[in-house]
């Protein structure tokens, strides 16, 4: 498994990725945004970096990561992986491998993420990885922390 760019050969299947329980992706899923919207909120926003998961040869998830400007503190903003492939582990690989990007970031001591109350597989993946809850709600979404130090 591995983090790549997205570009003109791949941006279609990633935008096609959803984790809906039909076949099309809407615009805010569940859990997390539609992919369209968050590479549309980072060619806007620069500070975030945007990437496919791919594994095998296969795009199966997108991320987005980077300094949250409002909230001053480096976050993982986004992580999905695609229905078809749920279950089978590639949620906490993939969080790996975007931890270890994030870890190399000039200032990243900690990073920190948001997710909705009712996520239980994704807090469950969070606190596994040694995210810690921090108590406080932001936009109406738990608030983790992970710490370097």
Request: hydrophobic share 35%; glycine share 8%.
């Amino acid at each position: 498994m591995k983090l790549i760019d997205i570009n003109k050969d791949n941006w279609l299947k990633v935008v096609s990725l959803t984790t809906n329980k039909g076949d099309m992706p809407t615009l805010c899923e569940e859990f997390v945004a539609s992919n369209v919207l968050s590479i549309v909120q980072a060619q806007y926003e620069n500070s975030w970096t945007k990437k496919a998961i791919e594994d095998d040869g296969e795009i199966i998830g997108f991320t987005m990561y980077g300094f949250d400007e409002e909230e001053s503190y480096f976050e993982l903003c986004r992580i999905m992986i695609d229905k078809r492939f749920q279950g089978r582990g590639y949620g906490s690989k993939a969080m790996n491998l975007v931890i270890d990007e994030m870890k190399k970031l000039d200032g990243c001591k900690e990073i920190y993420l948001s997710t909705d109350p009712q996520n239980e597989i994704g807090k469950h993946i969070y606190e596994k990885l040694g995210f810690i809850n921090t108590g406080k709600i932001i936009d109406d979404e738990e608030l983790f922390c992970l710490k370097f130090y």
